[in-house]
């Protein structure tokens, strides 16, 4: 949801007074193109994951380089009854739910979430847009929730749901990533931002950081966390809200 | 190159063996895509920075802003370091942004843009980009085509035979005979200048535009001055490659179109005889 104003733009109607640079838009709705996509997509992840093999750390910035503003991007107040709930109650009733392959379904209170051994971190956010901000995140790795619940062992992918509608339809956003981008060290659930708690526009109450993927990857607004086998019964199958209507590239290491 | 003779004593010389014409062409369409591709995902953030970090309200040595978005045509500035130049009617798009406002992109882009898709289709022809071109160099090192057809020779770098050079190049004068069977100092550091400079310097800046390669290769953010400086050396490195490709194919229509294209078609170019001129 990081790049929500631009590529509702996109999707959005308008008049193109003259098309300056042909792109090649359309030709992804065609099962061959799209499978060549796909086919490069997860050539892409399966080469980063040779380089990987030593589950190296993204760079960790000093404080000094912190971004004196962050682009505050996507979705910045969600919509709807339930959220303005959760925020009048500064989500004290609200709890990260985590369900589907795991062995101990959790729902855990922010409060909860807080008095896990928590993980700062200070990295860069690069958006699949161009620009890059440095921020400071707070949070519990994702990989000790997976600890508390166990995990089945046909489980394969996380699944986050989010609390914001994205689409002009009226849908939730959701991403999802493998357990190998799960269970990095670097991966966690932000509640804590440039030592503060997590400001709505970023995400609050919670949100993903992902440091080896790009900003979209990156879901805000975090509500609960579905752990899966497969990804094609999840939205329109690709993985993600920007997979499923952008054409966006699954793997995003890019 | 084995000088045939033909029945008109033209002499053809074979100048383009078939790995040369395949990575031409190939590499050709590649480029062509990434640069569309390219330009759209430029066209989504007109501004370079350099340094790590880059995102509005940081300084960008280019820039395009705009006024007035609910025009048709909006009032646009193009800054490039401490220049400002009024651009209204040049650059500068405006599209709703889905929530009343407006967005302004530098170029007009389609109507129906999937902005991820087009991402896609950049990392997919990046691929054939980056794995072709070590293929390609170890085919100039191992076939001796890069001794003999684009190193310089000791004569090459006399000062008499650049000064020539230039001279010809100026009066955009044919090669003929002898002369035109080999290439000359300036073609040779074009093309190794493509081959080993801007087309790697393209690919790594390209990856180091990636959070899991700079994780694997952090020493790659460092080479380039940090992520923000990747993406602007990546941009004009781009533009360096369009500018050589219109020099290019600006220097076939001189040189003759029809011979030169036969010749990185089917690889036989013919000499012109010295005194044809």
Same mark, same amino acid.
């Given at each position: 949801m990081t790049d929500l104003i631009t590529r509702r733009t996109l999707l959005g109607s308008f008049a193109a007074a003259g098309t300056l640079l042909a792109g090649?838009?359309?030709?992804?709705?065609k099962t061959p193109f799209r499978q060549l996509l796909d086919a490069s997509d997860g050539f892409t992840m399966h080469a980063q994951r040779l380089i990987l093999a030593k589950r190296p750390l993204v760079r960790e910035l000093p404080p000094s380089q912190i971004s004196a503003t962050f682009p505050m991007n996507g979705t910045t107040m969600p919509q709807g009854d339930y959220y303005k709930r959760l925020l009048d109650d500064e989500f004290r009733d609200w709890k990260l739910r985590v369900h589907g392959l795991v062995d101990r379904p959790l729902a855990l209170t922010l409060a909860q979430l807080q008095s896990l051994p928590a993980r700062t971190q200070i990295t860069m956010h690069n958006c699949d847009e161009g620009w890059s901000a440095v921020g400071q995140w707070t949070g519990v790795q994702l990989a000790r929730l997976f600890a508390l619940s166990g995990l089945r062992p046909n489980a394969r992918y996380a699944v986050f749901h989010c609390l914001d509608k994205i689409d002009l339809d009226g849908k939730y956003y959701y991403e999802s990533i493998d357990l190998q981008d799960a269970l990095h060290p670097q991966t966690i659930l932000a509640y804590g931002m440039n030592g503060k708690q997590l400001p709505i526009g970023y995400g609050a109450p919670l949100r993903l950081r992902v440091?080896?993927?790009?900003? #979209?990857?990156?879901?805000? #607004?975090?509500d609960r966390i579905e752990v899966v086998d497969r990804l094609d019964t999840i939205g329109k199958g690709r993985g993600g809200w920007w997979e499923d209507f952008d054409n966006a590239v699954w793997y995003a290491g890019q | 190159m084995q000088p045939e003779q033909d029945p008109v004593k033209r002499q053809i010389d074979y100048r383009h063996p078939l790995p040369v014409r395949v990575w031409h062409w190939a590499n050709a369409a590649v480029l062509a895509v990434l640069l569309m591709t390219g330009l759209l995902i430029f066209d989504i953030h007109p501004h370079l920075y350099w340094g790590d970090e880059g995102h509005a309200g940081v300084p960008a040595f280019l820039s395009l802003s705009g006024t007035h978005?609910?025009?048709?045509v909006p009032q646009t500035e193009l800054q490039v370091g401490n220049h400002r130049w009024d651009v209204t009617g040049i650059l500068g798009s405006v599209i709703d942004d889905g929530f009343g406002g407006k967005y302004l992109l530098a170029a007009p882009a389609p109507a129906d843009w999937q902005f991820g898709a087009t991402r896609g289709w950049h990392f997919a022809f990046a691929w054939i980009l980056g794995l072709s071109l070590p293929l390609y160099g170890l085919y100039l090192l191992g076939s001796g085509r890069l001794k003999k057809m684009l190193l310089p020779t000791r004569g090459d770098l006399e000062l008499r035979s650049i000064a020539n050079e230039f001279w010809q190049h100026l009066r955009l004068k044919r090669a003929r005979g002898e002369s035109a069977r080999r290439y000359n100092l300036l073609q040779k550091v074009s093309y190794l200048s493509v081959i080993f400079v801007l087309i790697p310097t393209l690919v790594l800046s390209g990856l180091t535009m990636s959070n899991a390669i700079t994780a694997a290769f952090p020493d790659l953010i460092a080479l380039f001055g940090g992520r923000q400086s990747a993406r602007s050396v990546h941009f004009l490195a781009a533009m360096l490659l369009v500018l050589f490709v219109l020099v290019h194919v600006f220097q076939v229509f001189v040189a003759g179109f029809f011979n030169l294209m036969r010749s990185m078609i089917t690889g036989r170019f013919v000499v012109d005889r010295e005194d044809s001129a």
């Open positions: 090649c838009s359309r030709l992804d709705d440091e080896m993927q790009i900003g #979209y990857k990156n879901a805000k #607004y975090v | 978005l609910d025009r048709d």
